[in-house]
Protein backbone atom coordinates (compact mmCIF):
# COMPACT_ATOMS: atom_id res chain seq x y z
CA UNK A 1 0.00 0.00 0.00
CA UNK A 2 2.15 2.80 -1.45
CA UNK A 3 1.44 6.54 -0.65
CA UNK A 4 -1.11 6.07 2.72
CA UNK A 5 -0.64 8.13 5.45
CA UNK A 6 1.62 10.43 3.99
CA UNK A 7 1.02 13.72 2.79
CA UNK A 8 0.06 15.36 -0.63
CA UNK A 9 1.88 17.90 -1.19
CA UNK A 10 0.12 20.29 -3.07
CA UNK A 11 2.05 21.95 -6.19
CA UNK A 12 1.24 25.72 -7.11
CA UNK A 13 1.57 26.72 -10.69
CA UNK A 14 4.33 28.75 -11.16
CA UNK A 15 2.61 31.78 -11.34
CA UNK A 16 0.89 31.72 -8.54
CA UNK A 17 4.41 31.57 -6.56
CA UNK A 18 5.40 34.58 -8.94
CA UNK A 19 2.56 36.40 -7.43
CA UNK A 20 3.91 35.40 -3.90
CA UNK A 21 7.87 36.43 -4.94
CA UNK A 22 6.07 40.16 -5.74
CA UNK A 23 4.11 40.50 -3.18
CA UNK A 24 6.66 39.25 -0.16
CA UNK A 25 9.07 42.13 -2.56
CA UNK A 26 6.92 44.76 -1.84
CA UNK A 27 6.52 44.30 1.77
CA UNK A 28 10.43 43.63 1.63
CA UNK A 29 10.70 47.23 0.60
CA UNK A 30 8.10 48.39 2.63
CA UNK A 31 10.50 47.37 5.68
CA UNK A 32 13.37 49.07 4.53
CA UNK A 33 11.16 52.46 4.15
CA UNK A 34 10.40 51.29 7.34
CA UNK A 35 13.68 51.44 9.04
CA UNK A 36 14.70 54.28 6.38
CA UNK A 37 12.10 56.24 7.71
CA UNK A 38 13.72 55.33 11.83
CA UNK A 39 16.99 56.34 10.60
CA UNK A 40 16.23 60.17 9.41
CA UNK A 41 14.33 60.66 12.25
CA UNK A 42 17.17 59.55 14.42
CA UNK A 43 19.11 61.88 12.25
CA UNK A 44 16.62 64.96 12.93
CA UNK A 45 16.82 64.02 16.66
CA UNK A 46 20.35 64.20 16.54
CA UNK A 47 20.33 68.18 14.48
CA UNK A 48 17.90 69.21 17.56
CA UNK A 49 20.07 67.76 20.02
CA UNK A 50 23.06 69.10 18.33
CA UNK A 51 21.39 72.78 17.95
CA UNK A 52 20.28 72.64 21.77
CA UNK A 53 23.85 72.64 22.79
CA UNK A 54 25.86 76.62 23.45
CA UNK A 55 28.55 75.56 20.67
CA UNK A 56 26.82 73.13 17.65
CA UNK A 57 29.01 70.76 15.70
CA UNK A 58 28.76 72.59 12.50
CA UNK A 59 30.29 69.34 10.48
CA UNK A 60 27.99 67.07 12.65
CA UNK A 61 24.93 69.45 11.72
CA UNK A 62 25.80 69.50 8.11
CA UNK A 63 26.26 65.21 7.97
CA UNK A 64 23.12 64.94 9.74
CA UNK A 65 21.01 67.28 8.14
CA UNK A 66 22.52 65.99 4.49
CA UNK A 67 21.44 61.90 5.95
CA UNK A 68 17.99 64.00 6.76
CA UNK A 69 17.50 64.73 3.40
CA UNK A 70 18.86 61.97 1.36
CA UNK A 71 16.77 59.86 3.66
CA UNK A 72 13.25 61.65 3.17
CA UNK A 73 13.95 61.85 -0.47
CA UNK A 74 14.08 58.51 -0.77
CA UNK A 75 11.02 57.24 1.40
CA UNK A 76 8.98 60.11 -0.83
CA UNK A 77 10.04 58.36 -4.04
CA UNK A 78 9.81 54.55 -2.69
CA UNK A 79 6.63 56.12 -0.99
CA UNK A 80 5.23 57.66 -4.16
CA UNK A 81 6.28 53.94 -6.53
CA UNK A 82 4.27 52.04 -3.90
CA UNK A 83 1.36 54.08 -4.62
CA UNK A 84 1.47 54.26 -8.19
CA UNK A 85 1.78 50.37 -8.04
CA UNK A 86 -1.42 50.50 -5.61
CA UNK A 87 -3.41 52.48 -8.14
CA UNK A 88 -2.29 50.06 -11.08
CA UNK A 89 -4.13 47.03 -9.22
CA UNK A 90 -7.13 49.00 -8.38
CA UNK A 91 -8.28 50.37 -11.66
CA UNK A 92 -7.35 46.38 -13.13
CA UNK A 93 -5.01 47.39 -15.13
CA UNK A 94 -2.89 44.52 -15.77
CA UNK A 95 0.42 43.92 -14.18
CA UNK A 96 2.77 41.31 -12.27
CA UNK A 97 1.19 39.03 -9.84
CA UNK A 98 -1.99 39.78 -8.95
CA UNK A 99 -5.08 38.64 -9.60
CA UNK A 100 -7.17 41.69 -8.81
CA UNK A 101 -8.56 41.92 -12.39
CA UNK A 102 -9.27 38.07 -13.00
CA UNK A 103 -11.36 38.33 -9.77
CA UNK A 104 -12.81 41.08 -10.84
CA UNK A 105 -14.09 39.69 -14.23
CA UNK A 106 -15.46 36.34 -12.38
CA UNK A 107 -17.41 38.55 -10.28
CA UNK A 108 -19.29 40.68 -12.93
CA UNK A 109 -19.18 37.25 -15.09
CA UNK A 110 -21.61 35.72 -11.77
CA UNK A 111 -23.51 39.16 -12.15
CA UNK A 112 -24.53 38.78 -15.45
CA UNK A 113 -26.01 34.97 -14.87
CA UNK A 114 -27.64 35.97 -11.75
CA UNK A 115 -29.31 38.47 -13.78
CA UNK A 116 -29.64 36.28 -17.40
CA UNK A 117 -31.13 33.74 -14.53
CA UNK A 118 -34.16 36.60 -12.80
CA UNK A 119 -34.90 37.41 -17.03
CA UNK A 120 -35.35 33.52 -17.41
CA UNK A 121 -37.35 33.28 -14.71
CA UNK A 122 -39.44 35.92 -15.45
CA UNK A 123 -39.44 35.25 -18.93
CA UNK A 124 -40.78 31.26 -17.99
CA UNK A 125 -43.94 32.84 -15.63
CA UNK A 126 -44.87 34.80 -18.72
CA UNK A 127 -45.04 31.92 -20.71
CA UNK A 128 -46.80 29.46 -18.42
CA UNK A 129 -49.22 32.61 -17.65
CA UNK A 130 -50.08 32.44 -21.66
CA UNK A 131 -50.12 28.57 -22.00
CA UNK A 132 -52.88 28.54 -19.11
CA UNK A 133 -54.73 31.46 -21.10
Keep these: M ?3 GRKRRVRR ?10 ANERLRVLEELE ?3 GASLQSAGTVILELSKEKAGERL ?3 QAAQFGAAVQKVESELSA ?9 TGQP ?11 CQMALNRVDYA ?3 LGELARACEQMLES
Design 82 to 90: QIRYLTQVA
Design 13 to 22: PARAMAGYGV
Design 35 to 37: REI
Design 61 to 63: LER
Design 117 to 119: RLK
Design 95 to 105: HEGSSYSARKA
Design 2 to 4: RGR
